[in-house]
């Protein structure tokens, strides 16, 4: 299997960090697979992650199978 993840873009309030990605995957019977989503980070004040939450759709990828 093998996955390429691309960075689509990277948006900074201070509060929170977001960075929307879109992915490539290769199964190991080798079909192909695309499918994006969204990774949101806040930060406590001494810049330390304090939350990570991913927002993406898995059924997205289960239609593709």
Known sequence: AKLNMTI???IDDGM???VR???NATTYHEKQLQFE???VFGFCENGK???ATVHWNPAAISKQL
């Open 8 to 10: 689509e873009s990277i």
């Open 16 to 18: 929170y960090t977001r």
């Open 21 to 23: 990605w879109k992915a």
């Open 37 to 39: 989503g969204e990774e």
């Open 49 to 51: 992650i304090l939350t």
